[in-house]
């Protein structure tokens, strides 16, 4: 294994870069500003694609108020091999077509040495045909299973989130374990949704347990009542993923319809992110459970990384806005672009990058990234990054609402979330 103490900016673009810590670089090299005198002034510039409207707006507000801090951070520290980062920010609607249009703009107009930041599935999909067309980097932080199925290009990686694949194999087994084997699973109608369609209902056959009915919903639905009465009275757990402004409104009519007689209950934090617990409506989410992709509440072993990450990004410990108590942020997936933006730090360091004519070397760079340990860059937790396929592996989070809060119950090992590669695509031409 490459020694973690060797500053990354000394490996060559061709060497493999087996261990990263970006994170702790920095301190590696007291008294100086920078990590290498840099090769031009230019500010190294990410477009950054966001959702500022559409059904991913609470999503892209977060996202942005991480990526600013993240690149606060970045550039306190001296940038990127002395370069400042500049992040040019454009909305995509939360909608494919525009999406793409974005990413072209980034790299046509704007002169974007990469494009970085797509959450919501559908728009990946849309946009990384371009990215891959136009050659330049697109680093998403989305969570879907499209990058590693091999169903998008060698200029697409997720280096920073994990994806459904992964969160819900190491899922399904405490569920089969401890709440029911017979599921109903309730979930948005596009890609994201079909990824927890097709792989939880796999990974808890695999279990022995059985999959009863699949609800699938239209993302832009706003009233859920008239779903409900699909789900047979055998089930033993419902299985919940919902996105979009109407979550509020579902968790709610999902109480309402139950009452005090619900079966087990286990929910992506999809459903409640950007939402606040106490919400009248919400008392009947006591004792059912939330998978995480990063704790909302500080837990009693919070580590210094999330206690700094926190204070960086202005969320307190109850995972809402320090400057409002009822403005929830989306912990669970907005640690993704902090990290995202610390492996491009580490990636274009390693790859000696100094302009666009680079970019290949920079996807080199992160293709043979592996260990990823927790860190200030790295503060949900240590990874592992699989070059082949573009995506990232990491621990998983179980909590249950005690209290009115999400207390953490369980935590998966990386080795839980690993499955077969189904591309590798290191083999494909620039």
Same mark, same amino acid.
């Given at each position: 294994?490459?020694?973690?103490k060797t500053?990354l900016f000394?490996?060559?673009?061709?060497k493999?870069?087996?261990?990263?810590g970006a994170?702790?670089a920095?301190?590696?090299?007291?008294?100086?500003?920078?990590?290498?005198?840099?090769?031009?002034s230019?500010?190294?510039?990410?477009?950054?694609?966001?959702?500022?409207?559409?059904?991913?707006?609470?999503?892209g507000?977060?996202?942005?108020?991480t990526t600013?801090?993240?690149?606060?951070?970045?550039?306190a520290?001296?940038g990127?091999a002395?370069?400042p980062?500049?992040?040019?920010?454009?909305?995509?609607?939360?909608d494919?077509?525009?999406?793409a249009e974005?990413?072209e703009?980034f790299?046509t107009?704007h002169? @974007?040495d990469?494009?970085?930041g797509?959450?919501f599935?559908?728009?990946?999909f849309?946009s990384?045909?371009r990215?891959?067309e136009?050659k330049i980097p697109?680093?998403?932080?989305?969570e879907?299973?499209?990058?590693?199925s091999?169903?998008?290009n060698?200029y697409?990686l997720?280096?920073?989130?994990?994806?459904v !694949?992964?969160?819900?194999?190491a899922?399904a087994?405490?569920?089969a374990?401890n709440?029911? !084997?017979?599921?109903?699973m309730i979930?948005?109608? $596009?890609a994201?949704?079909h990824?927890?369609?097709?792989y939880f209902s796999s990974?808890i056959e695999?279990?022995?347990g059985?999959?009863?009915?699949?609800?699938a919903?239209?993302p832009?639905?706003?009233?859920?009542t008239?779903y409900f009465?699909?789900?047979?009275?055998?089930?033993?757990?419902?299985?919940?993923? &919902?996105?979009g402004?109407?979550?509020l409104?579902?968790?709610?009519?999902m109480?309402?319809? $139950?009452?005090?007689?619900?079966?087990?209950?286990?929910?992506f934090?999809?459903?409640l992110e950007a939402?606040?617990?106490?919400s009248?409506?919400?008392e009947?989410l006591?004792?059912?459970?939330f998978?995480?992709?990063?704790?909302r509440y500080?837990?009693a072993?919070?580590?210094?990384?999330?206690?700094?990450?926190?204070?960086?990004?202005?969320v307190d410990?109850?995972?809402?806005?320090?400057?409002d108590?009822?403005?929830i942020?989306t912990y669970?997936?907005m640690?993704g @672009?902090w990290e995202?933006?610390h492996?491009v730090?580490?990636?274009?360091e390693?790859?000696g990058?100094?302009?666009t004519?680079?970019?290949?070397?920079?996807i080199?760079?992160?293709?043979?990234?592996?260990e &990823?340990?927790?860190?200030?860059?790295?503060?949900?937790?240590?990874?592992?990054?699989?070059?082949k396929?573009h995506q990232? $592996?990491?621990?998983?989070?179980?909590?249950k609402v005690?209290?009115?809060k999400?207390v953490?119950?369980h935590?998966t090992?990386?080795?839980?979330?690993f499955?077969?590669?189904?591309?590798?695509?290191?083999?494909?031409?620039?």
């Open positions: 294994m490459t020694d973690s500053p000394l490996r060559t673009r061709r493999a870069l087996k261990t990263l994170g702790t920095a301190a590696l090299l007291p008294g100086l500003g920078t990590y290498v005198q840099a090769q031009s230019e500010p190294v510039r990410i477009g950054f694609q966001v959702h500022r409207t559409g059904i991913g707006a609470a999503y507000r977060w996202y942005d108020r600013q801090a993240a690149v606060e951070k970045i550039n520290e001296g990127i002395g370069r980062v500049e992040i040019i920010a454009e909305d995509d609607g939360t494919p077509k525009r999406g974005v990413v703009k790299a107009q002169n @974007c990469i494009a970085f797509t959450l599935s559908h728009v990946v849309g990384a045909p990215a891959g136009l697109y680093f998403v932080v989305s879907g299973h499209h990058v590693a091999g169903a998008l060698r697409t997720q280096p920073g989130i994990t994806d !694949k992964s969160q819900v194999q899922m087994p405490f569920v374990e709440l029911g !084997k017979k599921v109903t979930f948005p109608d $596009f994201f949704g990824d927890h369609r097709d990974a695999a279990q022995g059985e999959v009863l009915e699949m609800i919903i239209p832009t639905e706003t009233s859920f008239k009465p699909k789900i047979p009275r055998e089930t033993e757990v419902i299985y919940h993923v &919902m996105v402004p109407a979550v409104t579902f968790v709610k009519e109480g309402e319809f $139950f009452g005090p007689s619900k079966p087990e209950i286990f929910g934090i999809d459903s939402v606040d617990l106490s009248p409506g919400l009947f006591e004792g059912t459970y998978w995480e992709g990063n704790p500080a837990q072993d919070q580590s210094e990384y999330d206690k700094a990450y926190r204070q960086a990004v202005g410990e109850n995972g809402a806005s320090v400057s108590a009822k403005d942020s669970a997936h640690f @672009c995202t933006l492996i730090k580490a990636g274009m390693a790859a990058y100094s302009g004519d680079d970019r290949a070397a920079l080199e760079a992160v293709e043979s990234m592996t &990823m340990p927790l860190s200030a860059a790295h503060p949900q937790g240590a990874k592992m990054f699989n070059g396929t990232v $592996f990491g621990h998983q989070y179980i909590s005690e209290g009115g999400l953490l119950q935590t090992s990386i080795e839980d979330t499955y077969e590669d189904e591309v590798d695509y290191t083999t494909q031409s620039f």
